[in-house]
């Protein structure tokens, strides 16, 4: 299943290195990579948890200061994060946009929908769950009071709880999105090009603002997924009901065989190929603009 949990996200923001995207170089060529994390930002990390603990202790709960560790990134990362065409092609011409390459590659250390390693996972789990239901109504409590207490110390932020804090972060990443990168007037070009590109081998295009046509490859294969999911299943309906003002859209992931997810990964990786081809030039400025966002709002958010 491809959908991702508030706290996976979390996660996975937090192996998010701070940084800022270079300008982009000629068409064609990359941009450079951004650049490393200052120390600051991992800094900021242990300082929040050091106050979380602090803070948790003072109201009578044990609480384990703890700090994903961060991900290695390799030299392979490093230039499909600046946009590199040719680092860009390999990964998708195994992978697609990273659908139903779970199915046939479930491990693929270089796959788009390759998930953090949560082998060093929050230690606090041995804790709370140890507790009764009434202790652990009052330990979430004292979490989100003390979540409150280190946004306001280490970030500067006000926040009423964990989830509240998460997502600020993502209307942070939001606003910037839509003013940074559907904004700039030479990604709205690119997009359009390739937009025009991809009508014209027989691919659906609904939007041309930019970061929606970044993702309208990965998210036509994820329906086809939802599609094939809900067919397999007797309690859900076959086509999903429309999803009313404030709620989050559910989808289903597909029970499938390696082999009987290969021809759907080989139409995937076809899609992705062609989706690239088209948007050379898009993905080259998009990239590195993305990345930077996503690892500044991270830095900023202390996740």
């Not at 300082?47 to 979380?52: I, L, T």
């Not at 993502?170 to 991809?198: H, P």
Request: hydrophobic share 35%; net charge neutral.
């Amino acid at each position: 299943m491809n959908t991702i949990s508030k706290t996976a996200l979390a996660l996975a923001a937090a192996a998010v290195l701070s940084g800022c995207g270079s300008d982009p170089g000629p068409a064609g060529k990359a941009a450079s990579p951004p650049t490393e994390p200052a120390a600051t930002a991992q800094e900021k990390r242990h300082r929040f948890e050091s106050v979380k603990a602090d803070c948790m202790k003072q109201k009578g709960f044990r609480y384990i200061a703890h700090v994903p560790r961060e991900e290695l990134v390799t030299d392979e990362e490093r230039r499909r994060r600046a946009g590199d065409y040719e680092a860009l092609k390999a990964q998708r011409a195994k992978y697609g946009f990273g659908v139903f390459a779970v199915y046939v590659h479930p491990k693929g250390p270089d796959s788009p929908d390759s998930m953090p390693d949560l082998s060093g996972a929050d230690p606090n789990g041995d804790v709370w769950t140890k507790l009764s239901p009434a202790q652990r109504k009052s330990y979430w409590k004292a979490v989100n009071a003390c979540v409150a207490v280190a946004a306001k110390q280490v970030l500067g932020k006000d926040v009423k709880s964990d989830t509240d804090l998460f997502d600020q972060l993502a209307a942070a990443s939001d606003r910037a999105v839509r003013r940074e990168i559907d904004g700039d007037a030479e990604l709205v070009e690119l997009a359009s090009s390739m937009a025009t590109c991809l009508t014209g081998k027989g691919y659906e295009v609904s939007a041309t603002m930019p970061s929606e046509l970044s993702q309208r490859g990965r998210i036509a294969f994820l329906d086809q997924e939802d599609e094939i999911g809900r067919r397999q299943r007797e309690d859900v309906a076959d086509v999903p009901p429309p999803v009313k003002k404030g709620e989050v859209e559910r989808t289903f992931g597909a029970t499938l065989t390696p082999a009987e997810a290969r021809p759907h990964l080989a139409r995937e990786i076809q899609a992705a190929l062609d989706d690239l081809e088209c948007g050379r030039d898009f993905y080259r400025v998009y990239t590195p603009k993305s990345e930077a966002i996503a690892q500044r709002i991270a830095a900023e958010y202390g996740s």
